[in-house]
């Protein structure tokens, strides 16, 4: 049984999940203003009396090794080590096996092992949401990494939200960039979003090459019943783009539940048994 926790943002999900990745409980506490002693105070709680071999944690970033950097958003978390905030609450025992993610690539991870997707070998995940965040994860050579700045290649079209950039793809296509709120209707794509994501994941397959390119995140559960069509219209647009040069991958939509905790579990049953 391994411990694993998704540290969003404004949630902190905790769960325990077996070695296939099925999370056999997990609990989602809403964080705010706290500084993080008291969010992992609370995920203490919840683990107390659970017997576990090792611990996960998936979290946003951007990350430098364990620690948060000093320039992600949240300004309390920045510079925190998340791997000694687990111990320090006692939630990692001494000895015990530790990993830290960035929350997109244990998705990809999930995504890749429990998704169903085909026989696939180069997996990327983008998860289309308040940002865009992208992550790859090679299935032969078991070798996981981050997009990096994936989230910013610039695309064509009017003008984004992006704070350093004009024109790239977070600042246009994000949930933050078209203002989606969950309206209980199934968001309608523009023909230049469309454009522009079929650009952006374009010209990020140029430099990978990957096999299969999946997407989550808000912006993708919002568009409900319109998310296939949607995924033909990228499609589509990737095919004009591409003029038959390349191979495209084969596009599609996250299949796993709670992947961050499913993909954390992965994770730490591939670290763990040697
Ligand atoms: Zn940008």
């Known amino acids: 049984?391994?411990?694993v926790m998704d540290l969003g943002g404004t949630k902190l999900e905790v769960g325990l999940a077996d070695e296939a990745g099925k999370i056999i409980e997990s609990l989602r506490i809403a964080t705010g203003e706290e500084s993080p002693e008291e969010v992992f105070e609370?995920?203490?709680?919840?683990?107390?009396?659970?017997?576990?071999?090792?611990?996960?944690?998936?979290?946003?970033?951007?990350?430098?090794?364990?620690?948060?950097?000093?320039t992600t958003p949240k300004r309390l978390w920045r510079g925190f080590d998340l791997q000694q905030g687990?111990?320090?609450?006692?939630?990692?025992?001494?000895?015990?096996?530790?990993?830290?993610?960035q929350d997109v690539q244990a998705e990809v991870i999930a995504e890749a092992k429990l998704g169903n997707h085909g026989d696939f070998n180069l997996y990327a995940y983008a998860t289309i949401s308040t940002g865009i965040g992208v992550?790859?994860?090679?299935?032969?050579?078991?070798?996981?990494?981050?997009?990096?700045?994936?989230?910013?290649?610039?695309?064509?079209?009017?003008?984004?939200?992006?704070?350093?950039?004009k024109n790239c793809w977070e600042g246009t296509c994000s949930g933050t960039a078209i203002a989606a709120k969950p309206t209980g209707h199934d968001l309608e794509p523009t023909?230049?979003?469309?454009?522009?994501m079929a650009t952006a994941i374009y010209t990020i397959h140029l430099t990978t090459?990957?096999?299969?390119?999946?997407?989550?995140?808000?912006?993708?559960?919002?568009?409900?019943?319109?998310?296939?069509?949607?995924?033909?219209?990228?499609?589509?647009?990737?095919?004009?783009?591409?003029?038959n040069y390349i191979q495209l991958p084969a596009l599609r939509i996250s299949q796993v539940k709670s992947r961050a905790l499913a993909g954390m579990a992965?994770?730490?049953?591939?670290?763990?048994t040697r």
């Not at 687990?86 to 993610?101: H, T, V």
């Open 1 to 3: 049984m391994f411990a």
């Open 42 to 70: 609370k995920a203490a709680a919840f683990y107390t009396g659970k017997t576990y071999e090792a611990v996960g944690v998936a979290s946003f970033g951007p990350l430098a090794g364990h620690c948060l950097s000093k």
């Open 86 to 101: 687990l111990a320090q609450s006692g939630i990692l025992k001494p000895e015990m096996p530790c990993e830290i993610l």
């Open 135 to 165: 992550a790859f994860y090679d299935v032969e050579r078991n070798y996981l990494f981050r997009g990096a700045e994936g989230g910013h290649v610039p695309v064509p079209g009017n003008p984004g939200k992006c704070e350093s950039h």
């Open 191 to 196: 023909t230049q979003w469309l454009l522009q």
């Open 209 to 243: 090459n990957t096999d299969c390119f999946i997407l989550g995140g808000g912006v993708i559960d919002g568009l409900g019943q319109n998310q296939q069509k949607t995924l033909q219209q990228i499609q589509q647009a990737m095919t004009q783009i591409n003029h």
């Open 266 to 272: 992965t994770w730490l049953q591939m670290r763990t």
